[in-house]
């Protein structure tokens, strides 16, 4: 999750669209569903794409419902969540997973557990900078805890440093604050303005080291809260995803992006199944970003070994807010993103059914979008 860029944007509140039928270099694109969301934001240079596309998720989920749509602080979960993190890093005396990337359950911890406050309060950077930079802050959070878990004896004061330098880079928090003519806290906020349930959402992912339709930690650097995931087959992953999105919900996506096949210049993330271009070919080889292409066949037994020997990893999470399909019927996920408006189309990219099934790690979504029949097959869920 850990993905710089430094295009610049600002998200301002409605609903993207594209409207019509899309046509790319010798793609044509069908709309087949389409689901509203606010406009990207660019996480710059910050592995915090969780709370990107967990914020995102939830604006959508207003939207969904009707309700008024609130633009989102995404750094007042990285503010909580670095707390949350360090407390258990100094626990673990210094030996377990300290870094600005986490997983969707912790933004949803944060809403239950903290509250929400909106962007134009909070917006986690020093005063007068207009872009995320996170370089700095994790290089002196990381040093600072390694100091002191190093003198053996905590001080007890130790969170007062800590809190001191996300103060320094993120701004402070406010006690209170005053948002269309009301004043609230964090928490009278998110019970007056963000009416949506941590508790109603799932998260899934599909693994042969685990039964299936039982929970499990999913072993991941980022699951520092241990966060635990229902474990169904590769299709059914698939296909929760694209009853979801048919039925309005949109799905929040954990995966992986550092494949060939994904371009977020070119906007498609494809599993291209492509013979090798021999040296001096008189044929130039096909590019798959030009034209639809045949993709691999994908199984979970692939996809296991990719998990097993690091290909497979956890690198970023987006947001799946649409489906299309190509001049040759192939269904892709329309996917929002969180590296500004100049990446993809508009900050949206195309993702084929190969590229989910072999690179998804997770998905999480709310528990009414879930077709009936893998419900009745899982129970006790919970979000952490």
């Not at 360090?86 to 377990?96: C, I, N």
């Not at 806290?185 to 949506?196: E, L, P, Y």
């Not at 993709?295 to 990893?313: A, G, P």
């Amino acid at each position: 999750m850990r993905r710089y860029l430094t295009t610049l944007t600002a998200l301002l509140i409605g609903s993207w669209s594209i409207a019509q039928d899309v046509v790319h270099n010798q793609y044509r694109f069908e709309v087949l569903a389409e689901l509203p969301c606010t406009d990207v934001k660019d996480q710059a240079k910050t592995g915090t794409c969780w709370s990107f596309s967990t914020n995102s998720l939830i604006e959508s989920e207003l939207m969904r419902q009707g309700l008024e749509v609130v633009d989102l602080s995404e750094m007042f979960y990285v503010r909580h969540i670095f707390v949350d993190k360090a407390r258990k890093y100094v626990r673990y005396h210094g030996k377990t997973n300290f870094s600005d990337g986490s997983l969707c359950h912790d933004v949803l911890f944060g809403l239950r557990e903290f509250g929400a406050v909106p962007e134009e309060v909070y917006g986690g950077r020093p005063k007068g900078e207009k872009e995320h930079n996170h370089q700095a802050l994790n290089r002196e959070l990381k040093e600072y805890l390694d100091t002191t878990i190093a003198k053996r004896t905590i001080p007890g004061d130790w969170e007062a440093g800590f809190t001191a330098i996300l103060d320094k880079h993120l701004g402070t928090l406010p006690d209170s604050f005053e948002y269309a003519g009301n004043y609230y806290t964090a928490r009278s906020f998110a019970d007056s303005w963000i009416r949506v349930d941590p508790g109603a959402y799932i998260n899934f992912t599909s693994f042969n080291h685990h039964p299936l339709y039982q929970s499990f930690i999913l072993e991941i650097p980022d699951n520092y809260a241990n966060g635990s995931y229902y474990n169904v087959s590769l299709e059914e992953l698939f296909e929760i995803t694209r009853a979801a999105v048919l039925e309005g919900y949109s799905v929040a996506w954990d995966c992986d992006v550092s494949e060939k096949g994904f371009s977020s210049r070119q906007g498609l993330a494809l599993v291209p199944d492509l013979p090798e271009q021999e040296p001096g070919a008189a044929t130039p080889a096909m590019d798959p970003f030009v034209g639809p292409c045949p993709e691999k066949e994908i199984t979970s037994e692939m996809r296991q070994n990719e998990f097993d020997t690091y290909s497979l990893t956890d690198d970023h999470l987006m947001h799946i807010v649409g489906i299309v399909k190509d001049q040759n019927g192939k269904e892709y996920f329309q996917v929002k993103n969180s590296w500004g408006t100049e990446a993809g189309r508009d900050g949206f990219l195309f993702a084929s059914k190969a590229y989910f099934l072999a690179n998804t790690i997770a998905v999480t979504l709310h528990k009414d979008a879930v077709p009936e029949v893998i419900m009745t097959k899982i129970h006790n869920w919970s979000i952490r």
